[in-house]
């Protein structure tokens, strides 16, 4: 079936410095999201993207935080500067649209970001 | 904002039997009710979903029951096998996107 791909896996990086996560979408998909675990809590929204524009974002979403999709590449999610407590899983999920069938979340594997 | 309670955080049967899950849910605007399935080391694998106009929805071995009344929802797995054996996570939204994950029951299927 169709697939969400994330790169990397696994980041680990120092407080302070930046981050860009990559997520590559379903091809044909409209909206995409991030969502943030941290380990043993409950996967948490952190924001949706369609058409060039984050249309909602949660408190998690800090202003540190930013997303955008140049050129129809990769979905990204860059975190500049990075702190502690944004160590977690980073799942990316795409949807082909919001009603019906169409608004079924594909989800990547996730990144697992550690932040020292 | 929304909340998602799921209650069981793990549950074991033995290979054959039902296994059910249960997840409530606090706003009353949220319709649209998806199950996500997560085997180790892979992905959320969307399973089923239900949405508010209706109070059961079936697919093979899985039944999911919606009761608006009391905010509650549950996915009943018949005729359990190893293989479904993984992390079930259920969620509420209110229109499609902005999905508000429950915790995640770790269900074992003893063969």
């Known amino acids: 079936g169709p697939k969400v791909l994330q790169i990397p896996s696994h980041q680990i990086i120092d407080m302070g410095q930046m981050v860009t996560l990559n997520c590559d979408p379903v091809?044909?998909?409209?909206?995409f999201y991030w969502y943030k675990q941290i380990l043993g809590q409950q996967m948490e929204f952190l924001v949706n993207f369609y058409n060039g524009k984050v249309m909602e974002k949660s408190k998690l979403f800090k202003d540190q935080f930013s997303v955008e999709r140049p050129d129809g590449s990769y979905f990204t999610l860059k975190i500049q500067p990075t702190a502690l407590e944004d160590s977690a899983v980073y799942f990316c999920?795409?949807?082909?649209?919001?009603?019906?069938?169409?608004?079924?979340?594909?989800f990547g594997p996730g990144t697992r970001l550690t932040v020292l | 904002g929304e909340k998602v309670e799921q209650h069981e955080s793990t549950l074991s049967v033995r290979e054959g039997d039902s296994a059910v899950i249960n997840c409530t849910y606090t706003d009353t605007a949220s319709s649209y009710f998806p199950w996500y399935k997560q085997e180790a080391g892979k992905s959320l694998h969307f399973v089923i979903d239900i949405r508010s106009n209706v109070d059961r929805k079936q697919s093979q071995r899985l039944t999911v029951l919606l009761d608006k009344k009391a905010k509650r929802f549950s996915l009943h797995i018949t005729a359990t096998q190893p293989e479904d054996s993984a992390i079930y996570f259920c969620a509420a939204s209110d229109m499609g996107y902005k999905l508000t994950f429950g915790t995640g029951t770790s269900l074992l299927v003893d063969p």
């Open positions: 091809s044909n998909h409209l909206y």
């Open positions: 999920a795409s949807s082909l649209g919001l009603g019906g069938r169409k608004a079924e979340q594909f």
